[in-house]
């Protein structure tokens, strides 16, 4: 079983930064690859950035320039540093992992880009 708690979304002005973080319980947190997701209202859910055990990255074509995805094993925590927001980045942010076959996924955290 893994635990997965966001925090750090808010209400941003466009062209604003936030940084998302996830913190993970347990001891296998440096085990595990995690990805941020978000989800829009009326639209699927998509992956957004995704970090392996050993740090290498993947950005969506959408956020690639703007978000960076980071990880602090010692914290159990992984980040989502968002720059230069857009309108169409508002959407409710997920973190998620897969353990034993299994995807959990935390609550979410509401990140709004609106002036």
């Known amino acids: 079983q893994v635990q997965l708690v966001e925090s750090g979304g808010g209400l941003v002005q466009p062209g604003g930064s936030l940084r998302l973080s996830c913190a993970a319980s347990?001891?296998?947190?440096?085990?595990?690859?995690l990805n941020w997701y978000r989800q829009a209202p009326g639209k699927q859910r998509e992956v957004v950035a995704s970090?392996?055990?050993?740090?290498?990255?993947n950005y969506a074509d959408s956020v690639k320039g703007r978000i960076t995805i980071s990880r602090d094993n010692a914290k159990n925590t992984v980040y989502l540093q968002m720059n230069s927001l857009k309108p169409e980045d508002t959407a409710v942010y997920l973190c998620?992992?897969?353990?034993?076959?299994?995807?959990?996924w935390g609550q979410g955290t509401q990140v709004t880009v609106s002036s």
């Open positions: 970090i392996t055990t050993g740090g290498n990255t």
């Open positions: 998620s992992t897969v353990r034993a076959a299994q995807r959990f």
């Open positions: 347990g001891s296998i947190f440096s085990s595990l690859a």
